[in-house]
T-cell receptor, first 116, second 111 residues
Framework: EPEVTQTPSHQVTQMGQEVILRCVPI?????FYWYRQILGQKVEFLVS????????KSEIFDDQFSVERPDGSNFTLKIRSTKLEDSAMYFC??????????????FGNGTRLTVT | KNEVEQSPQNLTAQEGEFITINCSYS?????LHWLQQHPGGGIVSLFM?????KKHGRLIATINIQEKHSSLHITASHPRDSAVYIC????WGGGADGLTFGKGTHLIIQP
């Protein structure tokens, strides 16, 4: 069964550094998402992406964050200047369609980001 | 107040028991998801519901739109069902791409 893949599985970085988290969504999917989960807390929506542009973003997704689909397969999340509070598990997800009733979300296994 | 509430927060049961996890929400939704998060952190989609009931193997999910309530049932529970079960909703209306998540129910099935 096709799956969403994320790399790396664990990233350690120093405060103030830039990080890029990478995702390869399922190939025929059109909608892409980033979510994050701070340790011990619930999962939170960051951003959705469709047709090479941001469709929706949450309050968390400030100017420090950006997303890109640099080629036909990768979908990246960049954090420009990491803060301690950016430490979390970041999940990429994709879906074939936007409307739920025909299109479940497929999640990657996540990238655990640790900012020191 | 959280828009999605789950109960119980923690549940420990014996192998073979029938398990029920509840989810209540306070907003209008277009769909509700049940997700499973394994100890390693990965998230798997179990069900997506907009009405009625769905069944997959030993798992059953129901939703009552009028009461804004959904349940996830596990029949003949097994230790491998131990995980965090998360309810998430997609709200109606514009700007509703992202799911809104509950805090999850931590389930432990003892042999």
């Amino acid at each position: 069964e096709p799956e969403v893949t994320q790399t790396p599985s664990h990233q350690v970085t120093q405060m103030g550094q830039e990080v890029i988290l990478r995702c390869v969504p399922i190939s025929n999917h059109l909608y892409f998402y980033w979510y994050r989960q701070i340790l011990g807390q619930k999962v939170e929506f960051l951003v959705s992406f469709y047709n090479n542009e941001i469709s929706e973003k949450s309050e968390i997704f400030d100017d420090q964050f950006s997303v890109e689909r640099p080629d036909g397969s990768n979908f990246t999340l960049k954090i420009r200047s990491t803060k301690l509070e950016d430490s979390a598990m970041y999940f990429c997800a994709s879906s074939e369609f936007k409307r739920d009733y025909n299109s479940p979300l497929h999640f990657g296994n996540g990238t655990r980001l640790t900012v020191t | 107040k959280n828009e999605v509430e789950q109960s119980p927060q923690n549940l420990t049961a014996q192998e073979g028991e029938f398990i029920t996890i509840n989810c209540s929400y306070s907003v209008g939704i277009s769909a509700l998801h049940w997700l499973q998060q394994h100890p390693g952190g990965g998230i798997v989609s179990l069900f997506m519901l907009s009405s009625g009931k769905k069944k997959h193997g030993r798992l059953i999910a129901t939703i009552n739109i009028q009461e804004k309530h959904s349940s996830l049932h596990i029949t003949a529970s097994h230790p491998r069902d131990s995980a965090v079960y998360i309810c998430a909703v997609r709200k109606w209306g514009g700007g509703a791409d992202g799911l809104t998540f509950g805090k999850g129910t931590h389930l432990i099935i003892q042999p």
